[in-house]
């Protein structure tokens, strides 16, 4: 039985974004900056200034292939090793229509889960793997990851 497994996928999922999407955006970002100078709050205008640029450069960035790895030292996304001492718990996010990735649980206050897309790996496999290093428990997806993935961020 195998106990480690390598792979590359991309490092975000992307969805291709029409002129409209950028339009909406736009007229959003338009009318809070509005509000901010009708409020006279202008470091509320300058942060959705920088909000919708932030927007606009995440938007048109294309993703790239990262080299993964689950190994018996821990996961590693490329250069960067996650010992399984430091991780709590796995899940797969499994959608057959959408995105297949992994969800870990890490012991960390500030980063608590690491999300790990699997490409066009099996999830039963992964979870044959990952199940000998570290316990299964349900993962809820966050709110951002709903609304980012609504707004096909």
């Not at 200034?49 to 790895?69: C, E, R, T």
């Not at 099996?122 to 428990?137: D, G, V």
């Amino acid at each position: 039985m195998k106990n480690h497994i390598k792979w590359s996928a991309s490092e975000f999922e992307y969805y291709n974004k029409e002129k409209s999407w950028f339009i909406i955006a736009g007229i959003f970002a338009g009318i809070l900056f509005l509000w901010a100078l009708f409020t006279k709050n202008i470091l509320f205008a300058l942060l959705v200034g920088l909000g919708y640029f932030s927007i606009i450069v995440h938007g048109l960035k294309k993703p790239k292939n990262i080299d993964l790895a689950i190994t018996p030292k821990g996961v590693q996304i490329e250069k960067t090793v996650y010992p399984f001492d430091n991780l709590k718990s796995f899940w797969i996010f499994y959608d057959p229509d959408g995105s297949k990735e992994i969800s870990l649980r890490s012991k960390k206050t500030i980063m608590p889960y690491i999300k790990i897309p699997l490409g066009s790996q099996n999830p039963a496999e992964i979870r044959k793997i990952l199940i000998k290093y570290l316990p299964e428990r349900k993962h809820t997806e966050s709110l951002i990851d709903n609304i980012s993935k609504g707004l096909r961020f």
